[in-house]
């Protein structure tokens, strides 16, 4: 297996639909999502989401979904406390779903394809960076990952996932019942 982080294409949308299904739950993205998600990752033709990709086989191994300001706040219907972010919304990109497969969890694949997406970000001139960490996650590793690469909690949206139909790797079937915590990371200094 020959392993690199790479900017998510069109291309890519079979392997990544097959990754998350197993990962993230199936259903999870369906192909419509995949498209809307690809146009919204997108800044100057180029996408700001990331793919672990194995070379060889083309399979995906990880995945970082990440969109850049100002767009995905008209798009994005997640809830929001855009009043606690203590700088302008629409400078404010989105951590959208990061995701490694089990086997490869501790390499540091995660911290990988986050930093390419926070190194964009930040040559852009993003100003922060929002996450919703999944709380009930094993070991709450989500919140324990975005903390260790600075995010802040600012609040808790209940029932977060529960308008999607997909089976949650929790809660097994609809409508899934996890809290999501809203997080965020400054990339620069707030005024």
């Known amino acids: 297996m020959k392993l690199v982080p790479q900017p998510l294409e069109r291309k890519h949308q ?9 990962n993230i739950g199936a259903r999870y993205y369906t192909p419509e999502d995949f498209q ?3 146009d919204l990752s997108c800044h100057h033709q180029r996408s700001l989401a990331y793919v672990l990709l194995d070379q060889d086989s083309g399979n995906i191994h990880g995945v970082r979904v990440t969109y850049p300001p100002p767009r995905w706040l008209q798009q994005e219907t997640a809830p929001l406390f855009t009043e606690l972010w203590n700088v302008p919304p629409e400078s404010v990109a989105y951590f ?3 995701f490694v497969d089990a086997k490869l969890q501790g390499q540091g694949w995660g ?4 930093q390419a997406s926070l190194k964009d970000l930040a040559a852009m001139g993003c100003q922060a960076v929002v996450a919703h960490s999944w709380k009930e996650s094993p070991n709450n590793s989500s919140l324990r990952y975005l903390e260790k690469i600075g995010f802040k909690a600012i609040g808790e949206h209940p029932l ?3 308008e999607i139909d ?8 609809p409508p899934c019942q996890c809290t999501a915590v809203e997080m965020i990371l400054y990339l620069a200094p707030i005024s």
């Open 160 to 162: 977060f996932w529960s």
């Open 96 to 98: 959208k779903s990061l």
């Open 166 to 173: 997909y089976d949650c790797t929790r809660c097994k079937k």
């Open 111 to 114: 911290p990988t394809l986050s």
């Open 14 to 22: 079979e392997a990544f639909l097959r990754f998350t299904d197993a």
């Open 36 to 38: 809307k998600l690809f």
